[in-house]
T-cell receptor, first 113, second 110 residues
């Protein structure tokens, strides 16, 4: 009963291609986040947004961009995919109130060959 | 320097064998501590939020507790379906970001 949706679930793509990972939420949350997760490692923040037309960079923001034109939609774009981008990408959202938990989508598993 | 540390990295339990997972944090000024469950190939599923020392939350066989420097996730009489990775995250008073531990991989053997 996920309220946050990510597509595609799996993606295999060649080096140098431009890709966009989609994320949509139906909870009306103002805050949205992109995280990267590798096995045995903590989640690393890539980008976040506090509302429409607001975007901020996280720790791993280089080589990717985001946009927030609508509250419910927060796509992540890699301009030129590289093998080092191979990872699990998780989108999350939370209420605007500080201390509110993150709610995650099921992720996109990206493989760059 | 790790701000959030989870232990053990992996835990194998017999069905019905109760145990605890630990999440410790090094910075003061906690706004919230969050526990998540993550199954393979899925995103983390929210379990609990704890805001202040002494607080406790329960859900089925899980009970989360919080002190000033750590949190415990107690699992009572676990079942095989409790097998998953359990993640801990903290949010400080000074910012909006969440800091995650590396998780504890729990396996419950029938």
């Amino acid at each position: 009963e996920a309220d946050i949706y990510q597509t595609p679930r799996y993606l295999v793509i060649g080096t140098g291609k431009k890709i966009t990972l989609e994320c949509s939420q139906t909870m009306g949350h103002d805050k949205m986040y992109w995280y990267q997760q590798d096995p045995g490692m903590e989640l690393h923040l890539i980008h976040y947004s506090y509302g429409v037309n607001s975007t901020e960079k996280g720790d791993l923001s280089s080589e990717s961009t985001v946009s927030r034109i609508r509250t419910e939609h927060f796509p992540l774009t890699l301009e030129s995919a590289r093998p080092s981008h191979t990872s699990q990408y998780l989108c999350a959202s939370s209420d605007i109130i500080l201390g509110s938990p993150l709610h995650f989508g099921n992720g996109t598993r990206l493989t760059v060959t | 320097e790790d701000q959030v540390t989870q232990s053990p990295e992996a835990l194998r339990l017999q069905e019905g064998e109760s145990s605890s997972l630990n999440c410790s944090y090094t910075v003061s000024g906690l706004r919230g501590l969050f526990w998540y469950r993550q199954d393979p190939g899925k995103g983390p599923e929210f379990l609990f939020t704890l805001y202040s020392a002494g607080e406790e939350k329960e859900k089925e066989r899980l009970k989360a507790t919080l002190t000033k420097k750590e949190s415990f996730l107690h699992i009572t009489a676990p079942k095989p379906e409790d097998s998953a990775t359990y993640l801990c995250a903290v949010q400080w008073n000074t910012g909006n970001q969440f800091y995650f531990g590396t998780g504890t991989s729990l396996t419950v053997i029938p």
